[in-house]
């Protein structure tokens, strides 16, 4: 069963940046990444997430007035023969 990530994305990083205060203050874990192309082409930051923590992200966002695209979720992708040139 392939993996699933949840991605919170953003039409300016300035959001990223205060959604990632704001639920590092509440204690929930959050990653700023890239945002995968598959999700976007709009911003380059996105933050990524726990499935189980969807929901208090959502209530955060609310809560604070945040501006978000979506959470999308992405199947991960990894290639192992990815930088290997040999």
Known sequence: MPEIQHYVL???HDNAM???RELKNLGVRATIA???RAA???CGV?????????EKIKACVK???IEI??????????????????
Do not use: Q, W
Request: proline share 10%; hydrophobic share 30%.
């Open 34 to 36: 890239p945002t995968p």
């Open 63 to 65: 809560e604070h007035g």
């Open 69 to 86: 695209l979506k959470i999308a979720e992405i199947e991960r992708d990894v290639n192992p023969m990815r930088d290997r040139y040999c």
């Open 10 to 12: 953003f039409p300016n």
């Open 40 to 42: 976007s082409k709009c």
């Open 18 to 20: 205060r959604l990632h």
């Open 46 to 54: 996105s933050l990524l997430v726990r499935r189980e923590d969807v």
